[in-house]
């Protein structure tokens, strides 16, 4: 099935939950979008940054979590069968215990991570970031491999101007929501880049 696949009809996550496990999902305001098999070198990037930011919040109480990982997000605070928006990001920081859940999240995550695949940028790019900032993620990165390119963008300050931050995944990049972690991208051979 090809990645972003859009279907006409309207659905919940009631419905979401009764779709087969072996294909992963995402619900956008109802509509439903297939999303593909990721790349190794995406998977490469997803494994090493859970890593390190698994070692950074092993003692904290912040929880990080990779996709597939069911994130929720109600428009109120309509019951979770009549939720119809439900993301996957490639990484989740959720730093409040409340909004876990054995179903994953509901809320939004403190920190969103996206790693593009040509399949995903336009709704990681757009549709996704106006998503996060609307229902509260603080701090959005989107990992641009095939640009050598980091865009950083961080909803919670109050004079916001949707203009990301931009680093080069040449050098280790600060994390806002915690000063003291540093992304390190050495791991990233410039073969693969």
Not at 168 to 186: A, G, N, R
Request: glycine residues 2%; negative net charge; aromatic residues 12%.
């Amino acid at each position: 099935m090809n990645a972003a696949l859009k279907l006409v009809t309207k659905y919940t996550y009631g419905d979401y939950c009764n779709w087969s496990e072996d294909e992963r999902w995402e619900l956008i305001d109802g509509e439903a979008y297939a999303m593909s098999a990721p790349s190794r070198l995406h998977q490469e990037i997803l494994l090493e940054l859970a890593f390190q930011m698994r070692s950074y919040f092993q003692k904290k109480i912040c929880e990080v979590y990779v996709a597939p990982f069911d994130v929720r997000l109600p428009k109120r605070n309509e019951k979770d069968e009549q939720v119809d928006t439900v993301v996957q990001p490639d990484i989740s920081v959720i730093c409040d215990e409340n909004k876990l859940d054995d179903k994953g999240c509901r809320g939004a995550p403190d920190w969103v991570i996206e790693i593009l695949s040509p399949s995903n940028s336009f709704r990681d790019l757009d549709v996704k970031r106006k998503l996060y900032e609307q229902h509260g993620v603080k701090e959005y990165w989107i990992i641009n491999p095939e640009e050598n390119q980091l865009m950083v963008y961080l909803f919670y300050y109050q004079d916001k101007s949707n203009q990301p931050l931009i680093h080069s995944l040449k050098q280790p990049v600060q994390v806002s929501l915690f000063p003291d972690l540093f992304i390190d991208w050495e791991f990233l051979n410039p073969k693969k880049i």
